[in-house]
């Protein structure tokens, strides 16, 4: 019953993966973009966790972990650069 319900919330962040590609291409402004982009980051360390989970491997949640920390940092880069601050 859990690998099913895992699956159907991988199944789930893979359709709002497809609507926030959508709004990082069409974005009308740069914040905008930035923010499908860290929204999307989000999205794709929730389906780290999941793959983590559903092959019981603890590795996976720490690469999802490093991966969310260099989001983070890049999410920063990014909204400094468009803010004019670099």
Known sequence: MS???FIGAAAILGIL???ISFRLIAGPTKPDR???LDSL???VVAAMIIVGV???SVVMIDVAIVYAA???VGTIFIARYIE???
């Open 3 to 5: 690998i099913q319900l």
């Open 17 to 19: 993966v497809f609507v």
């Open 34 to 36: 930035a923010v499908a």
């Open 41 to 43: 980051n989000t999205l």
């Open 54 to 56: 559903i092959n019981d």
């Open 70 to 72: 260099l989001s983070f």
């Open 84 to 86: 004019g601050g670099m």
